[in-house]
């Protein structure tokens, strides 16, 4: 817990000027309210001595100036510490989009699923806090503590230490109470709500299916129990909550009975002077403004860390190789090579590929194909060094591929993966993504040649229409077209395509093949498809199945052998699409 | 003033408990008023009496006891302004989700389910402040003012007078800087949300980023989001806590204005100290409910600004809500007539569907055909009473479709989809779902029937496996086979299969074409047909364009003087 925080501290450390200038601006808030107290007190015991006013004039100021600074500087200090906090959301953001960024994409697929993501961006949001709620109310309540202590010292210091008593139980007693109370509470309420989460959005997209078999009823049912559940359990917490919200105030006036007793024996026996016991006793009242947050900020403290906790934990996931790349450039066409590739994610399971020799000279047109599941995608993946490979070799331009830097071989390819992945942005931007910079010309051309144009032209809003949720709006064809529009997009000697025509309806199907027909002249194209279509005049189609390659040929020798590929064809051509 | 109609409207249930919130908070307030009281007897006594302590104990005594029930009343009032919230929580989430099911899985699969998932849930917790302090705050910021002021009034007219000139002046301040504050809140809720489905979106896709070689890029368009966020959330707070300021300073300077001229009337012995220091002690009790009242005046905004997402979807309209309560249905003979039926999606400009006839006879083999967007799909849907025609009429042996209740009809539907969506449960549950009361018996063979069986015994966990995001995820092939199982447990009279994709393994397409084969017999069959041999199995073939019946007959006959089907199967393959 301990470690956790301060690696915590550590990374929120560029803003520790803000942060003390904030606490800062807290104490002397903190600080007015008490003098407001404390002078109108001493107004109101002076004047009951009927002295001349001129002895009143100055706390006739003071009272004003606490008065007026406890609102200016209270303004100051929310502004800039919610400042600070949002700063600090900024900066946890980039440093951990900065963390994750340079993960191994092997790690990174690992948590491609939503919700992990959800989780991890909630617990960033969750370190928002950490000034406001956390850092901050310590640190004003002990600068207050401490001076406070002093000051009633030098008058009695058995009533100082009896308000840091009170002080104390307020601001750790309290607390620790709150923790014990609610142990376990914060962690079944975090349970309860994600499993709310799944039911509903079970519920939500699978509607459909619960309907037709009625058990709607029963499934929301369900639903509306967790949701009781967890209204109970967060009524519990507040209960608790307000517990300790009126233990604090009893604490405040037992604090004030102490005071009280200790020094209504020394007005009467003169050792204070009875002007000043007024004055401290209703004091009290204002010095315990310093300590109420507290609990929340405990509270706050345990949550946070724990998302700390989870962010190091991803954070920690292995990075990319640090050492630096054997050869830094790549000539614009080069030869990639596959030797004897054999790979598997898990040890424990089978050979994903086996032995797999691959040659994608300079303009050669290669095509994989096989039923799903036959480790098609995982060559690209390698071939993109997404994945280290165990046996074999992939040598780019004669030298292997783990001597380059992979951002550097990127750049040489274009690239359909198989899960495209449209941003919620607008259609241009998306299209836009491989390459910013190109002219609208280029970009409308492409989207002709691609089938988009009319559809586009269509829409209300054209290329600025906002592609919905994982590209809703556009159906899985439209979307595939917008994916390959921005792969073509990018212009690379290498052409690596996956499914480049899943989705797609026949006519369509047949205008991107011949759209990449033409964009691949010139190229090296690696294309992966379970269609059986449009490879009649590769120079080579390798027919993968369970990792191993068990054909391989042109079209018309494949054809000629009756094997593999031949069944596959005869499946493909009972089907119509519609 | 920030008080929502229709979140009003939900208070008239839970009355008792918000007026025993106010109750017990004017309790509370007696209690302060009597602390003061004793107090500012005991300062008194010593300050000017010169009482020693043992003639003061009781009065200290007095005040302990007045400060322990202090505490119990204010707690008291904090846990029934929390049942309040609780219940209007829980209520307005089972209406939410009610409201849901009756829009139906047309309405949930053309919004973004993240988006209303997310306003069930953590939007509705979003009111918690809202019920749980603005509301009952608002209600406690006249009382206990006015409380005090009566204990006021007879001791210092001067004072009271103060205390009432001042105190409307909070309010009427929160009124002027609370509205402008309010509509800017409602953007920074739905900024918030678009910025959090940014950054979500970035994460999710950055493979994608990587392959474009654009991932570094984006941390500086993340800062950028992020820092935009920063400055325009600071625009509204300022404006929030100018007015708390505003606030404060009314209050701060009104306890000064009081302490001078209470201060100054002493000097003059125009008054007694215990009173003034009675008034005094009171002065920040009487400004703090009004100031409390302006910070959780801002934790209500953000409950309005989510009751607006709230009560969107609950106002929605439906389409389906004529009472539909006829059982008795001739089980044996189910002559399915559609007459022409029209139907458009919300707003969508053209017809899914225009004047569709359709005689479909009893234990007949149906497949639909068509270009993507015919109505296909609509068809179906409307078969599965998702929605209703908007004219035209459906009947099920001569009954109309909207008469029949839903559960009943769909009791005797089995329904495969082309996207199958498996639920959060273990394969057991999943393919129960079908017939929760199956024995475990039944689910082994429905699932070998499906040829899935042996697949989900090689599992680790067998049908213990949990699905989605926390368990495995199944590919398409094997997601369609559950489906299978689940329509073979099911076996209903009528097969509504919308055909899945052609599976390229040679091994499986064979498993899953025979599993079709076999859950086709003795039924009725209606099939949104993709595979040339299903389609020449079908007794009689329905081909559809841009929502119009255009051809019908069987495969022989389409083929001799048909137009589109025969482009269909000629340009198939390829």
Redesign the interface.
């Known amino acids: 817990m301990i470690p956790t925080l301060f690696r915590l501290v550590k990374v929120a450390s560029a803003f520790k000027w803000w942060m003390v200038l904030a606490s800062i601006l807290g104490f002397l808030t903190i600080g007015s309210s008490i003098g407001?107290?404390m002078?109108?007190?001493y107004?109101?015991?002076?004047?009951?001595l009927?002295?001349s006013?001129a002895e009143?004039q100055m706390?006739?100021v003071g009272?004003?100036f606490?008065?007026?600074m406890?609102?200016?500087l209270?303004?100051f200090e929310?502004?800039i510490s919610?400042?600070v906090t949002?700063?600090l959301?900024?900066h946890f953001?980039?440093w951990f989009?900065?963390s994750?960024?340079p993960l191994k994409?092997a790690e990174?697929?690992k948590f491609?699923?939503?919700?992990?993501?959800?989780r991890?961006?909630n617990d960033?949001?969750n370190l928002e806090n950490v000034y406001l709620r956390i850092i901050a109310p310590p640190l004003v309540a002990v600068m207050i503590s401490i001076s406070t202590f002093i000051l009633y010292g030098l008058f009695s210091w058995y009533a100082a230490f009896v308000l840091i008593i009170g002080l104390l139980f307020a601001g750790i007693g309290i607390p620790l109470l709150s923790a014990k109370l609610r142990k376990g509470l914060g962690e079944k309420l975090v349970l309860l709500?994600s499993e709310?989460?799944?039911?509903?959005?079970?519920?939500?997209?699978?509607?459909?299916?619960?309907?037709?078999?009625?058990?709607?009823d029963?499934h929301?049912s369900h639903?509306?129990a967790i949701?009781?559940q967890y209204?109970?359990i967060?009524?519990k917490n507040?209960?608790i909550e307000?517990?300790l919200?009126?233990?604090s105030?009893?604490t405040l006036?037992?604090t004030?009975?102490g005071t009280?007793?200790i020094l209504?024996?020394r007005?009467?026996s003169g050792a204070l002077d009875?002007?000043y016991?007024?004055v401290l006793?209703?004091g009290v009242?204002a010095v315990f403004e310093a300590v109420l947050p507290i609990p929340e900020a405990i509270q706050n403290l345990e949550k946070s860390l724990k998302s700390a906790d989870r962010l190091f934990e991803v954070i920690a996931l292995q990075k990319q190789e640090k050492q630096p790349p054997a050869y830094n450039f790549l000539r614009e066409k080069f030869d990639i090579r596959v030797e004897g590739l054999s790979f598997c994610y898990d040890k424990n399971q089978g050979m994903v590929l086996d032995d797999i020799d691959l040659d994608l000279s300079m303009g050669r047109k290669v095509a994989i194909v096989?039923?799903?599941?036959?480790g098609k995608s995982t060559i690209v993946n390698l071939l993109?060094d997404f994945w280290p490979y165990d046996q074999g070799k992939i040598y780019y331009d004669n030298k292997e591929l783990t001597e380059y830097n992979r951002?550097l071989i990127?750049?040489k390819l274009s690239?359909l993966?198989q899960?495209?992945?449209l941003?919620?942005?607008t259609l241009r931007d998306n299209l836009l993504?491989?390459r910013p910079t190109t002219q609208d010309s280029v970009l409308n051309d492409m989207v002709n040649k691609i089938g988009l144009g009319l559809k586009i032209n269509n829409l209300p809003d054209g290329l600025e229409s906002w592609v919905?949720?994982m590209g809703?709006r556009f159906?899985g064809?439209e979307r595939q077209q917008i994916a390959l529009a921005?792969t073509f997009l990018?212009d690379a000697p290498i052409l690596i395509l996956d499914e480049p025509t899943a989705n797609l309806?026949?006519?369509t199907?047949?205008e991107i093949l011949q759209v990449i027909r033409t964009l691949s002249e010139r190229k090296t194209l690696l294309m992966i498809t379970?269609r059986?279509?449009g490879l009649t005049d590769m120079d080579e189609i390798v027919v993968l199945v369970e990792g191993r390659i068990i054909e391989r040929g042109s079209h018309r020798k494949l054809m000629a052998k009756k094997g593999?590929y031949y069944?596959?064809?005869q499946?493909?051509?009972?089907?119509?699409?519609? | 003033m920030n008080l929502d109609k229709n979140l009003l409207a939900l208070l008239k249930t839970t009355k008792i408990p918000f007026l025993l919130t106010i109750l017990f908070a004017l309790f509370a307030t007696v209690m302060i008023i009597l602390q003061a009281d004793t107090l500012s007897y005991v300062l008194n006594d010593v300050f000017l009496a010169d009482k020693k302590i043992h003639q003061v104990s009781s009065l200290i005594i007095y005040f302990t006891i007045y400060s322990i029930l202090r505490a119990i009343f204010s707690w008291l009032e904090h846990s029934q302004a929390n049942k309040t919230a609780s219940y209007i929580k829980q209520e307005l989430r089972e209406q939410l989700v009610d409201k849901i099911v009756r829009l139906g899985p047309v309405f949930t699969r053309s919004e973004e389910s993240g988006e209303i998932s997310n306003t069930l849930t953590a939007g509705i917790d979003s009111l918690d402040a809202y019920f749980s302090q603005y509301l009952p705050q608002l209600l406690i910021s006249v009382l206990v003012p006015l409380t005090i002021l009566v204990f006021v009034f007879p001791i210092d007219l001067l004072s009271g007078i103060v205390f009432l000139i001042t105190a409307p002046l909070i309010p009427l301040f929160m009124f002027l800087i609370g509205n402008s504050a309010d509509k800017l809140s409602k953007k920074q809720w739905k900024k918030m949300s678009r910025m959090s489905a940014f950054f979500l979106d970035v994460f999710q896709g950055l493979l994608t980023l990587k392959i474009f070689g654009r991932s570094k890029d984006y941390l500086h368009k993340i800062s950028e989001v992020s820092e935009d966020f920063r400055r325009s959330t600071m625009k509204v707070l300022r404006i929030a806590f100018l007015s708390a300021m505003v606030l404060e300073l009314v209050a701060a300077l009104s306890t000064a204005i009081i302490a001078v001229e209470i201060g100054l009337r002493l000097l003059y012995a125009k008054m007694i100290f215990r009173e003034a220091i009675f008034i005094l002690i009171l002065a920040p009790e009487f400004y703090q409910t009004l100031r409390l009242l302006g910070t959780r005046f801002h934790a209500g905004m953000e409950g309005t600004a989510a009751a607006e997402r709230i009560f969107k979807l609950l106002h929605l309209s439906e389409t389906n809500e004529e009472s539909a309560m006829l059982r008795q249905e001739k089980v044996s003979s189910k002559l399915i007539i559609f007459r022409n039926v029209t139907y458009t999606y919300p707003g969508a400009i053209h017809r899914a569907l225009d004047r569709v006839n359709i005689v479909i006879e009893p234990d007949k083999k149906i497949a639909f055909v068509g270009p993507k967007g015919a109505g296909k799909s609509t068809l179906t849907y409307l078969l599965l009473k998702f929605m209703v025609p908007d004219s035209g009429e459906i009947l099920i042996s001569d009954f109309p479709l909207n008469s029949i209740e839903p559960e009943f009809w769909r009791a005797q539907l089995s329904w495969v989809s082309q996207d199958p969506f498996l639920f959060h449960r273990t394969v057991m549950d999943n393919i129960k779902i079908a017939r929760p009361l199956a024995t475990d018996e039944q689910v082994y063979i429905a699932a070998q029937k499906a040829h899935i069986h042996d697949y989900i015994t090689s599992l680790n966990n067998g049908y213990d496996t949990l699905l989605g995001e926390r368990g495995i995820r199944f590919s398409g092939g094997e997601a369609q086979r559950i489906t299978l199982a689940r329509a073979f447990l099911k076996d209903a009279a009528i097969l509504i299969l919308d055909e899945p994709t052609a599976n390229l393994d040679p091994e499986i397409e064979q498993k899953i074409t025979e599993a079709i084969d076999e859950l086709s017999r003795n039924r009725m069959v209606i099939t949104i047909a993709h595979k040339l041999k299903t389609v020449k199995k079908a007794d009689i073939i329905i081909a559809l364009s841009e929502g119009k019946v255009v051809e019908t007959g069987s495969h022989q006959s389409l083929m001799e003087k048909g137009t589109i089907y025969r482009k269909m199967v000629e340009a198939r393959g390829v």
């Open positions: 407001l107290v002078t109108a007190t107004i109101v015991a002076k004047a009951a009927h002295p006013i009143l706390s006739i009272v004003r606490f008065g007026i406890r609102g200016v209270r303004y929310r502004v919610h400042d949002f700063r959301l900024t953001r980039t989009y900065k994750i960024e994409p990174m697929m491609r699923s939503g919700d992990l993501f959800t991890l961006l960033v949001q709500r709310m989460n799944i039911v509903a959005i079970d519920g939500i997209q699978g509607l459909a299916d619960l309907l037709v078999f009625n058990q709607a029963d929301f639903l509306k949701s009781k209204v109970n967060q009524r507040m209960l307000s517990l919200g009126a233990l105030v009893l006036n037992l004030i009975v009280l007793l209504i024996p007005v009467s009875a002007v016991f007024s006793v209703l009242i096989g039923p799903s599941g036959s993109l951002d990127l750049t690239v993966p899960n495209i992945y941003f919620s942005t993504l491989t919905g949720e809703y159906s064809g921005r990018k309806d026949p006519i199907e047949m379970h059986l279509t593999y069944q596959m064809l499946i493909q051509e009972d089907v119509f699409i519609g």
